[in-house]
């Protein structure tokens, strides 16, 4: 069974500081790695996915993400974050192919102070 | 144009009761799901359909009971409610293995 796991659960920057929240997946096969974003009081948005190809993936609103399939990692990064990117961060992961389900980290909420 | 919409939003009502949710999406999105988000920000599939087809269930109880008349739409209803029954649920549809488009979400207090 596939799992995610998301080592930082609160983190708080200051405007301009970098970001990078962690995320570990388990799953023996090709898998498919997303970064959602949760405004407050909103749904889950998609901020960027990894199918194949680069592995430096270039999201929406500044936001990267780099899979090191020999670490099984797919960490988000930000040069540099705004209040507007307090959000809860999600990473997911499913499995290439078929109707296989997406299972999500626990989240990390991003607390960004002005 | 909304991609993901679900009514209601807010939903509150009391233990026993019987209340249903629904989901309708305008992509053209094959599969659709519900997934439930509790007080800790956890987010957990319940049902996948694909085409008006189960294919996932994960463990559920029977209480919850998916239907999709058609691709478009999957309802949620929900019998005998429980106050563990409270969360956020948030309905879901696809066209690429997790690449997924939510709704706002339905906010359900059991009281």
């Known amino acids: 069974a596939q799992s995610v796991s998301q080592h930082n659960h609160h983190v708080i920057l200051s405007e301009a500081a970098s970001l990078e929240l962690g995320c570990n997946y388990s799953?023996?096969?090709?898998?498919?790695l997303f970064w959602y974003v949760q405004y407050p009081g909103q749904h889950l948005q998609l901020l960027l996915k990894?199918?194949?190809?680069?592995?430096l993936v270039k999201g929406i609103k500044g936001f990267e993400a780099e899979f090191i399939k020999s670490k099984f990692s797919f960490n988000l990064r930000k040069p540099s974050v705004q209040w507007s990117d307090t959000a809860e961060y999600f990473c997911?992961?499913?499995?290439?192919?078929?109707?296989?389900?997406?299972?999500f980290g626990i989240g990390t909420k991003l607390q960004v102070i002005p | 144009d909304t991609a993901v919409s679900q009514t209601p939003k807010y939903l509150v009502t009391q233990m026993g009761n019987d209340k249903s949710i629904k989901c309708e999406q305008n992509l053209g999105h094959d599969t659709m799901y519900w997934y439930k988000q509790d007080s800790k920000k956890f987010l957990k599939i319940m049902f996948s359909y694909n085409n008006k087809e189960l294919i996932i269930n994960e463990t559920v109880p029977n209480r919850f009971s998916p239907k999709s008349p058609d691709k478009a739409h999957l309802n949620l209803h929900i019998n005998s409610l429980e106050l563990g029954d409270s969360a956020v649920y948030f309905c879901?549809?696809?066209?690429?293995?997790?690449?997924?488009?939510f709704g706002p979400g339905t906010r359900l207090t059991v009281t």
């Open positions: 799953y023996g096969g090709t898998v498919n």
């Open positions: 879901a549809s696809s066209h690429a293995p997790g690449e997924q488009y």
């Open positions: 990894y199918f194949s190809g680069d592995p």
């Open positions: 997911a992961v499913t499995s290439s192919g078929g109707y296989q389900k997406v299972t």
